[in-house]
C-alpha cells in the first residue's frame, strides 16, 4: 500500500474516533441535562432562591426527576423557578406536593427538591405552580447563633472571673478550693451521709418487704389488716376491755377510799395496820396454831396404828385405790 | 564638531521588539487568511501536516493527560475528603479537565512539539533556500508550507484535546480506584451529571485558536528566520516560549469572556 494511502487512513481513523468520542460526550452531557427526552414544564415560587442555577437537579423524594430551566425575578419579594420535569414522571407529582430549595449533601449544589404531599391530590398540568416551602434564611440563622455567642461570652466571662478568684484566694470558693481541713471534714460529712444513706436505704427494703408481705397476705398484721372478723372480734373485744377499764376504774375508787379510811385511823383494817400489840398477840397465835397442828399430826398417825380405828382407815384406802383404779 | 543623531528606538529596545514581534504575527496572519482561502488547496499537504500533528503527537499527549487526570485526583482527594466531599471528585476532576486541564495540557505540549518541529523545518528551508527555490519554481511557498501548517494545527489541537479529555478521565477514574472504590457505572454518571454544554463549548472552541496561534508562531518564526543554523535554533526556541505565552493569553481571554456571558 502506498504510504500516503496509509497515512491517510490513519489519520481518518485517529479524527474519526476523535470525532466519535466528542459526539459520545455531547450526546451524554446532553441526556444528563435532559435534552433530548420529553418534558413538562411547572413553576415554584420562592421569596429567596439562592444558589440555585438553570441546569440545578429537581428532585422528586430524592430521585431526579428534571432541571431547573429558568430563575427569574417577578417582583421585589418573590422569585420565580421554572422547573422542566421528565414527562414520564407527570404522575407523581401532584398538586399537594411541596418544593423546596435544599444542598446537596452538607458542601454540595443547591438543588430544588419536591416531597409529596401529606393528602391525596391531582397531577400538576402545565404551567402551573408547586405550593413551596421557602428555605431557612442564613441571616436570621447568623443572628440566632450571634445572641448564642453573646451569652457564651458572658458565660465564659463569669466562669473565668470565678475560676480568678478561685486561684487567687478570694471568697469561699477558694477555701472549698484549697482548705484541706475544710477538705476533710466535708470527706467525713459525706462518708458519714453515705452511711447514713446505706441505713437508710435497708430500713427502706425491710419496710419493702414488710409492705409485700402485709399486701401478700402473710403474717398476724395482714390478718389484722385485711380479716373483716377478726376486725369485729377485735372492736368487740376493745369494747369488753374498756368496760373492764371502768370496773377497774371504780374498783381502784373503792380501793382508794378504803385505804384513806386505813390511813385516817378508823376501822379494823387500820387498828391491824397500826396496833403492835395485836400484830404481836396474832403472830403468837399463828406458832400456837402451828404447834396444835403438829400435835394433831401425831394424834391422826397414832389413831391410824390403833385397833379400834385402824380397819376405817383401811377401808378409806382401799376405796380410794378402787376409785383410781376405775380412771 | 557635533553631529545629531536620529535614535533607533521609539520606547525601547526591548518593547519596540516586542511591537515589532506582535506586528509580524499580525501581517503574517492576515497573509494566511488573505492567501489560504485562495484556490488551489493544497489538501495533500493538509493531511500530511495534520498526520505529522496528530498522530505523532498522540502518544505524548495521551501519557501527559493520563497522568495528570491520576494526578489532579490524588491530590485534590484528601482535602475534598477531609471536608466530606469525596463524592463530589469525579465531577471536580471533570470539570477541571474538560474545561482547563485537557485543553491547556494538550496546547502547551503541541507548543513545544509542534510549534519548534515547524518553526526549525521552515527556518532549514529558509536558510538554505529552499524556500526561495520554490518561489523561483512557480510554487507559493507561503500556500504550501505556512497556510497549510497553520490550517493543520488548528484542525488537529481540537482531536488532540478530545483524546486528552477521555484519557485524562480514565486517569482521574484510575486515580480515584487508588484508595477508593468507585463503579464505573458510578464514575461516568457523576462525570456527565456535573458537565454541561456552557462547560464543553467555550473549552472546545478555544482549542482551535490554541491550534492557530501555534500554527502561526511556528510558522511565522521559521519563515522569518535569519542568520544562518544559529537563527534556526533561535526561531525554534523562541517560537516555543511565544506560542506558550499566546496559549495562556487566550485562555485568559476565553475564560473571562465565557464568564461574562455568564457561563462560569
Known sequence: MDRTVRKNILLGLFVLIGLILFIVGIFLVGAKNEMFIKTFPISARFTNATGLKVGSNVRYNGVKVGIVKSVKLINDTMVQVDLQIEENKRGFIHNTAIASIVSDGLMGDKLVNIISGKTEGVPLKNNEYVMVQNPLKTDEMLQTLNKTNDNIRVITDNLKSLTTDIVSGNGAAQSLYKDTVMANNLKKSFSNLDAITNQVLQVSKSLQ????????????????????????????????????????????????????????????????????????????????????????????????????????FRKMEKKKRKEEEEK | MTTTRKSDTIFSKAFDEFLSEIAELASFAARFFREGIKPPYEFKEVLNQC???????????????????????????????????????PAMSSISIVREIGPLVTALICAGKIGSGISAELGSMKVTEQIDAMEVSGTNPFKYLVATRILATTLMIPVLTVYADCISLIGAFTGSNIKDDVNLTFYINRVFEALHYTDIAPAFIKTFFFGFIIGLVGCTKGYNSKKGTEGVGKAANVSVVVAMVGVIIIDMVVTQITSMLGYL
Not at chain 1, 409492705?211 to 398476724?220: L, P
Request: no cysteine.
Open chain 1, 209 to 312: 418487704q414488710v409492705t409485700n408481705k402485709i399486701q401478700n397476705g402473710n403474717g398476724a398484721l395482714s390478718e389484722i389488716i385485711n380479716d373483716t372478723v377478726l376486725a369485729q372480734n377485735l372492736s368487740q373485744t376493745m369494747d369488753k376491755l374498756k368496760q373492764i377499764s371502768d370496773e377497774l376504774i371504780k374498783a381502784s375508787g373503792s380501793l382508794t377510799k378504803t385505804v384513806e379510811k386505813a390511813n385516817s385511823g378508823k376501822g379494823p383494817i387500820n387498828m391491824l395496820l397500826s396496833d403492835t400489840t395485836l400484830s404481836a398477840n396474832v403472830q403468837q397465835s399463828m406458832i400456837n396454831i402451828k404447834k396444835a397442828s403438829v400435835g394433831l399430826d401425831e394424834n391422826m398417825e397414832a389413831l391410824k396404828h390403833n385397833f379400834l380405828t385402824r380397819g376405817y
Open chain 2, 51 to 89: 498526520y505529522e500533528i496528530g498522530i505523532k503527537s498522540f502518544i505524548l499527549v495521551s501519557i501527559t493527560a493520563f497522568i495528570l487526570g491520576l494526578v489532579l485526583v490524588m491530590q485534590s482527594r484528601p482535602t475534598m475528603v477531609e471536608f466530606g466531599a469525596g463524592s463530589f471528585l
